[in-house]
């Protein structure tokens, strides 16, 4: 990992920790997204002439890097805007086959973008909506899962990993419950992903979202992964160009998935940059990474517990989480913590992080301080955070 | 400099915490939330003749939103819902735009004028006496 791949990283007295909220990309995506924009830019499965066809090789080659970096067909491989969208996508999609009698299982761990669609698509269709409670550190509450994973349960809506407590959801074992009554597996992986390559099929989910802007790529883009047979049941949810094969007054033929999924122009720069940021993670020993930030991680805790009165939320140890530490000072608003951070350089998230089921369940009415990790961050970006930490407080107190 | 939004005049509002509690047979009120943030004022008026005679508040949030509920309580009593608006816009007109504090213990949160993230958590109880004091069109 090279830091300098990453400038703004070299500002002065700068410690970027809020790595969950949007990762920085490495200089070989921002030129490869100005390259794309600037040499090779046309709207794609359109134009006849050259840079149409290079427009078209750029997001066909894009779709397949991502693929080969889950594992994954490209035909599997659907872009989105984002997470959220893909997500709603599949919540949309999905909940069309579902009414008055059908269950779906989601968490108090989820993200807004992952519980919200159900919450709201429940209400509209008038299916129950269940929910997977959370233990005392932070991770999903798997004591009673065939409770209420039931056979009247279709869908079951999870997160890889929580963006509050860090802690990683046993998919292999949500997989199993889902099958076991005939329901679909759909996962929020944008916290998982920015951590190594990750095969969904592999673990089991039917369907998985990622954000681009979280895993060192651009904005405005996402990918929603599915099993080919379960995309192929999926009918479209946006309609426009680009996701019909035939228009008739009265019927429709839709593409195949997943430009199915694909209505209008889609983010194709954004795309190239996904697709060099996963190249660009591909590319590195996540072993070894993994070791390191490790250690990064371990010097952060075991800073946060030399601080008086502090609450760790999540996991108090390095097994089975990503590197996402939240926690609370009694006394202490996160708001006013995380602005007297910033204020000392150090970039931090102090609220309740889209996750009010959770902060609900675990008493989190003020929200939490949560500090992310990245593999560019190291030894001196926790020791500013602790430094700073310590000021906030005396300023404070 | 950052620490100056949190001097000691703005650290003993909150600490006062005036007004903080719930009143008995509220004829008004009002609950405004700052989603960015997640602070909340939940603000219960008795009336008089249409002005405020007994406040309480229920304020969870960050130290400057609780300061200014503080500041909002000792106040508010006398107040009808003109001057109430009226107060709420000096009050923002004090931070976005440097006027002159509309009462002396708003003075407390000058420093506040240059972080204009945290405007809001200043104003929003005196939005909420606003909102309580002034009925909705209709």
């Known amino acids: 990992m090279n830091r300098s791949d990453f400038p703004v990283l070299a500002r002065a007295g700068q410690h970027y920790l809020d790595n969950a909220a949007m990762a920085q990309c490495p200089v070989q995506v921002v030129r490869a997204v100005m390259a794309h924009e600037g040499d090779g830019r046309a709207n794609i499965r359109r134009g006849l002439y050259a840079l149409a066809r290079r427009a078209d090789e750029a997001y066909d080659h894009a779709r397949e890097r991502v693929a080969v970096f889950l594992g994954a067909e490209a035909g599997e491989v659907v872009f989105t805007g984002g997470c959220t969208q893909a997500l709603n996508l599949a919540a949309r999609a999905l909940s069309r086959r579902l009414g008055p009698g059908d269950e779906v299982v989601t968490s108090r761990l989820e993200h807004h973008s992952s519980c919200l669609p159900w919450m709201a698509l429940a209400a509209e269709k008038g299916f129950a909506l269940r929910w997977l409670e959370v233990t005392a550190e932070g991770r999903l509450d798997l004591s009673n899962l065939d409770a209420v994973i039931t056979p009247r349960c279709k869908v079951v809506a999870v997160t890889h990993a929580s963006n509050v407590t860090g802690a990683v959801s046993d998919i292999p074992r949500l997989a199993e419950a889902a099958h076991g009554v005939g329901a679909l597996l759909l996962v929020d992986g944008a916290q998982m992903v920015p951590h190594g390559a990750v095969h969904p099929r592999a673990l089991g989910a039917d369907l998985y979202a990622f954000a681009g802007h979280k895993v060192y790529g651009p904005t405005g883009i996402g990918v929603l992964w599915g099993q080919r047979e379960v995309l192929a049941e999926l009918e479209p949810v946006s309609w426009g160009g680009g996701m019909v094969d035939a228009v008739e007054e009265k019927a429709c033929d839709w593409a195949e998935p997943p430009f199915r999924f694909e209505a209008g122009t889609p983010p194709v720069a954004q795309a190239v940059g996904l697709a060099t940021a996963l190249d660009w993670v591909g590319s590195h020993d996540w072993e070894a990474l993994a070791t390191r930030q490790a250690t990064v991680t371990r010097l952060l805790l075991e800073g946060l517990r030399e601080v008086p009165g502090l609450r760790l939320i999540g996991p108090a140890g390095l097994e089975d989480r990503v590197p996402v530490v939240s926690f609370v000072i009694p006394g202490f608003h996160p708001h006013d913590l995380a602005h007297l951070l910033a204020e000392r350089g150090v970039a931090v998230r102090g609220g309740h992080h889209c996750a009010r089921p959770l902060m609900a369940a675990l008493g989190l009415a003020e929200g939490s301080l949560r500090v992310s990790l990245a593999p560019y961050n190291d030894r001196t970006d926790i020791e500013a955070l602790l430094s700073a930490l310590d000021h906030a407080l005396k300023v404070l107190g | ?138």
């Open chain 2, 1 to 138: 400099m950052t620490e100056d939004i949190y001097q000691q005049a703005v650290k003993d509002l909150a600490t006062r915490a005036s007004g903080a509690g719930r009143l008995d047979a509220p004829d008004a009120g009002a609950v405004l939330d700052n989603p960015l943030c997640g602070d909340r004022v939940a603000l219960e008026i008795g009336l008089a003749g249409g002005k405020v005679a007994r406040l309480a508040h229920g304020t969870t949030g960050c130290l400057l939103c609780r300061a200014a509920a503080s500041a909002m309580a000792e106040r508010a009593v006398g107040m009808e819902g003109a001057a109430a608006a009226a107060l709420a816009g000096e009050m923002a007109a004090m931070l976005k735009q440097g006027a002159e504090p509309p009462f002396p213990a708003a003075a407390a949160f000058l420093a506040v004028q240059g972080h204009k993230s945290r405007h809001n958590c200043v104003l929003l109880p005196f939005k909420a006496l606003a909102k309580a004091l002034i009925p909705p069109p209709g």
